[in-house]
């Protein structure tokens, strides 16, 4: 079956997943973030157009698919795309394609950019391989959480914390209406009174407030590590706050480090499985070298979705 | 005093609107809002205040809302 004028080179980055039909191909796109310029979108429908059989499939981690390409296409779709506007995304054991939502730019929730740290994770740790199993990192702009950060290896929810700025508050009560956490109550004088250890940081009181006396003290992301999805399911959990944007990369790269480390000689295992073998402190050390302002002292194991198959 | 009732209007439409019944008045003008408690009490202040309108005060009257501002520039 090997055609020698394919290039080899683009079956390895994967992104090129046999189907049933014979010599047919899905190529998984590579689209950080969902986000998806018009032109592009373009270039993609004529290529599928002319390769495909009528029709594209939008992934659920964001993704264009080509579907029912021949092999003997590969080469001239990929190059059809061009390569420096709409490249080809991966799978098997490597780090994926990062998932976001909309973020701040335009979507009012979003406390943060996560469309630009899908796009520099994506530039700087895409495709690397880890060993063992796919690594998948998605961020979130708020605790809505959209991209249900705490089912990826690392998943990133936007957070700010709040403070009040007394002397500018008109004791509306707004903040106090549309805190759904009861992390505000109002005092005596009519100004909030914030409970901390009830706060989300989802920055409603800060979104809503008409003479911005609340104001942001801090911005950066809540860090959840060790979630999968699959026949056993794991909900990842808390291991920083308040993350600065600008170290989501770096995280990352500690987390892989650590991954491959404990992970060596035990094949084909997601990082949740060596967490939950390892335990937390193990994981929590490591990343508290370079991280330790955000860094929790302690934190729980990922946690076991009861799937209930098999039947009991 | 302009008093404009939004009770019963569901979001994002009391949001429009008080936009649109906003961009009638003048600048300077305090005007009063009726809105219902919940979601509309929630969104539809901070939305106003995004488009430059200075909020003065929020009250409580009869398990709904009365929302002072004054009008902004355009």
Redesign the interface.
Known sequence: MADSKIDLKNLKAGGFIKERGKDLFTIRLRVPGGRMSVDRLSRIADVAQKYGKGYVHLSVRQSIELININFSDFDAVVAELGEDQQKVASCGARVRVPTACGGCEYNPNGLVDTQKSALEVDEKLFGTATGHHKFKVCFAGCPFDCPKSAINDVGFQGAIWPKLAAEECIGCGLCVKSCGEGALSTGADGKPVFAPENCLYCGDCVKVCPTSAWKVEKRGYSVRVGGKWGRRPLVGTLYATFLPEERAVDFISSVLAWYLEKAEGAGRVRLGDIILREGSASLLEHLRKDFADYILDQTILPQIIDTQLPLR | MEIIDLRGVSCPTNFVKAKLALEDIETGTIVEFLLDDGEP??NV??SL??DGH?????K?VDGHYVLTLEKGEE
Do not use: D, M, S
């Not at chain 2, 200075?54 to 929020?58: D, E, M, T």
């Open positions: 009490v929630k202040p901070r205040k995004a200075k909020l003065l005060g929020l409580e």
